[in-house]
């Protein structure tokens, strides 16, 4: 049985003891939404994921719109295409004017870590909340990612530039839907939820969340 002098040791360690498995559980939520947002190991320079996934979005973005701005000539179509498709997913094109990470990979490590953070022991509800507008923005974007992977093939495919307009069209709506999200519900407004969310809904929801738990 403890003696009085055990009993008032233990009293007196118990919140602290408390206080630091509560920080431990804070220190690993953070920890992955640092990942999302600062530091990432395998990405390029080490950024983090939502960073890589903008920068590698902003490039097929750019490169869609070289392609649609010459729609008469295939060959320049399809080798801007190539592009879009190394920044949106490097392993179907590997070489390319991108990070050589992709959208697609660096989308579903945001959905990833972020919903990581959420689930950590002790993670506010702040950062419950805002992780899963983040991870639903993300998942958007990588379902967008296929479904521009399906009209690259489909331009690959075309023998004739009238055959890869009405593909090429869609493409490049949906590669500046990457960052911007696409309004689906007639509100008005683009969320954060399937099927509209962007990069953009993304960033929106992590800096309110950062802001939160005091981390800006």
């Known amino acids: 049985m403890p003696t009085t002098i055990q009993r008032r040791t233990l009293a007196l360690a118990l919140p602290a003891l408390l206080i630091a498995t509560a920080a431990t559980a804070q220190n690993t939520a953070h920890a992955h939404i640092g990942h999302v947002a600062n530091t990432f190991g395998g990405t390029p320079s080490g950024q983090g994921l939502l960073p890589t996934a903008i920068a590698e979005a902003e490039v097929a973005i750019q490169h869609a719109g070289l392609a649609a701005n010459d729609p008469g000539n295939l060959d320049a179509m399809k080798r801007h295409v190539a592009h879009v498709l190394h920044a949106i997913d490097p392993s179907l094109v590997q070489d390319g004017p991108g990070l050589g990470y992709g959208v697609k990979q660096a989308a579903e ?108």
């Not at 689930?119 to 998942?139: E, K, L, Q």
């Not at 911007?180 to 929801?205: K, N």
């Open 109 to 216: 490590g945001v959905a990833l870590h972020i919903e990581i953070a959420a689930s950590a022991d002790g993670a506010s509800d702040n950062v419950r909340t805002h992780a899963a507008h983040i991870a639903g923005a993300a998942r958007s974007v990588v379902g967008r990612t296929d479904r521009i992977a399906a009209l690259a093939a489909e331009i690959q495919a075309a023998t004739s530039a009238p055959a890869a307009a009405a593909a090429l069209t869609e493409l490049h709506t949906l590669t500046q839907a990457l960052v911007s999200g696409r309004e689906a519900d007639g509100d008005g407004r683009v969320g954060w939820a399937a099927p509209e969310g962007g990069l953009r809904q993304a960033q929106q929801h992590l800096t309110l969340l950062e802001r939160g738990e005091g981390l800006t």
